[in-house]
């Protein structure tokens, strides 16, 4: 008895029948009942770094303004920012949220020209905290230049170590051997005595202060000792989406950014509002929100060229450093619409 199968004189023809047949149908969605589906809208898969400063982008998954512009956004947790662009690299991931290091997306630059485009950063300075040093509560030291020869450390990766060494280079604690450990861990080693000082982003020192075991030595580091000027904006995080992703899906990614600026805005209108949906993204939860300090906000078109400027002495510190292989230029990175 013969078995029912392709005519073994033109098999390439029947695969071929048989892939278009199957294909027509995946792709119209036409299951056998003439009625003609949308295509779905694709995953849009964002990686973050559990920092305070990706709220807008937790304030936008749980207030649904994706949803609601239709969108299926999936939130990846990373251990640290330098994985974040290691995904966006990877192809497993399409974009950064707010808090995801500048310094690690240009890496990821360097390594994959044109990789992707920012379209928010999150500036913080003296004012409006995102980055600083702390230690015990009850320590002696009493400036970042007394952390001269101490037990130092800092968040993972190249850009938090750049960092740390510069600013006590910078503000006279000379060259300090400092050492990475994972945001989560930095208040529990100041509480065990297993360092000194650390060089942190929030909500740590707010989560150390209000249990009682960290206080903060010195906060808006980056914009007075690598910018100059603590008021200066640094543009240490950012949200960004791969360019492969926006030449796919152009009215999808506008929409994304358009529900993401949507969370931008109630971070500064309301912030006493947003602050509770850093609850299950970062360390910190309940009524404690209301403590962290928030850094600022910039979209696409909200930079002025002295915020470039701000943002270009930043990159350039890596280039002078050794870090980048080549200048990164911050203009060619920035999302024009």
Not at 62 to 77: C, I, N, Q, R, T
Not at 89 to 111: K, V
Not at 282 to 300: K, N
Not at 316 to 331: H, M, N, Q, T, Y
Request: net charge positive.
């Amino acid at each position: 008895m013969k078995k029912n199968t392709p005519s073994a004189a033109a098999p390439g023809a029947s695969r071929r029948r048989l892939l278009q047949a199957t294909g027509a149908a995946a792709v119209l969605g036409l299951a056998g009942t003439g009625r003609v589906f949308a295509q779905a809208a694709p995953k849009i898969r964002i990686g973050y770094w559990p920092v305070a400063a990706g709220l807008p982008f937790f304030a936008a998954i749980e207030k649904g303004y994706f949803k609601e512009a239709g969108l299926d956004v999936e939130p990846l947790k990373f251990a640290a920012a330098a994985q974040v662009m290691e995904a966006m690299l990877a192809g497993r991931s399409d974009g950064s949220a707010n808090g995801t290091g500048t310094a690690n997306l240009a890496i990821g630059e360097i390594a994959q020209p044109g990789l992707f485009k920012i379209f928010c950063s999150n500036p913080s300075n003296a004012t409006h905290v995102l980055e600083e040093f702390i230690v015990a509560k009850d320590s002696p030291i009493k400036s970042v230049a007394e952390l001269k020869g101490k037990r130092v450390a800092s968040g993972p990766g190249i850009q938090n170590l750049t960092l740390a060494r510069t600013m006590l280079e910078r503000a006279g604690a000379g060259a300090v051997n400092v050492v990475e450990l994972p945001i989560s861990q930095h208040v529990a080693a100041i509480a065990a005595g297993q360092v000194d000082g650390i060089y942190t982003l929030e909500p740590t020192g707010t989560v150390g202060r209000l249990n009682g075991t960290t206080r903060v030595l010195e906060a808006g580091v980056v914009s007075h000792y690598i910018l100059g000027d603590p008021q200066a904006p640094w543009h240490g995080g950012a949200a960004s989406l791969t360019t492969d992703f926006l030449k796919k899906h152009p009215d999808v990614a506008k929409k994304y950014m358009a529900a993401y600026a949507r969370g931008v805005e109630l971070v500064r209108k309301s912030p006493a509002e947003a602050r509770q949906f850093m609850k299950g993204y970062t360390a910190i939860e309940g009524p404690l929100t209301g403590e962290v300090p928030l850094a600022t906000y910039m979209l696409w078109n909200e930079f002025k060229p002295s915020d470039v400027a701000y943002f270009q002495k930043f990159y350039d510190l890596f280039s002078d450093k050794g870090v980048f292989e080549k200048k990164v230029a911050v203009d060619g990175l920035l999302y024009r619409g």
